[in-house]
């Protein structure tokens, strides 16, 4: 099982674009599920994180105040909204699942230190000046 994060693109700065988290064979709604990305060059770093309910959310001081992290359980899809783009957003974004999967990585997301894996592949970020 694996998740698959959509929605990424060619955006100017300043723009906005949704992002979404989707699992073929697992219901979300059971997990805690984050979002990451991962620069050319750069370790993976965590962007934002819900909990299953949805009642808690976090995130890193870059996308504080900027993105937004959601839920639909019914849609058993996770999304990450993001706005006022910068060109230092430009990065591969990845969604996971909270939990010590056997690819799991411990990531920071604001105040908490995660494991996360169920690691699929990433939708492209590019903000343009």
């Known amino acids: 099982v694996q998740l698959q994060a959509s929605g990424g693109g060619l955006v100017h700065i300043g723009g906005s674009l949704r992002l979404s988290c989707v699992a073929s064979?697992?219901?979300?709604?059971?997990?805690?599920i984050g979002w990451f990305r991962q620069a050319p060059g750069k370790e993976r770093e965590g962007v934002s994180y819900?909990?299953?309910?949805?009642?808690?959310?976090y995130y890193s001081d870059s996308a504080k105040g900027r993105f937004a992290i959601s839920r639909d359980n019914a849609k058993n899809t996770v999304y990450l909204q993001m706005n006022s783009l910068k060109p230092e957003d430009t990065a591969v974004y990845y969604c996971?699942?909270?939990?010590?999967?056997?690819?799991?990585?411990?990531?920071?997301?604001?105040?908490?230190?995660?494991?996360?894996?169920?690691w699929g592949q990433g939708t492209q970020v590019t903000v343009s000046s």
């Open positions: 819900i909990s299953s309910t949805g009642t808690s959310t």
């Open positions: 064979e697992l219901s979300l709604e059971r997990y805690a």
């Open positions: 996971a699942v909270q939990g010590a999967y056997s690819d799991y990585e411990s990531i920071d997301i604001g105040p908490l230190t995660g494991d996360f894996g169920l």
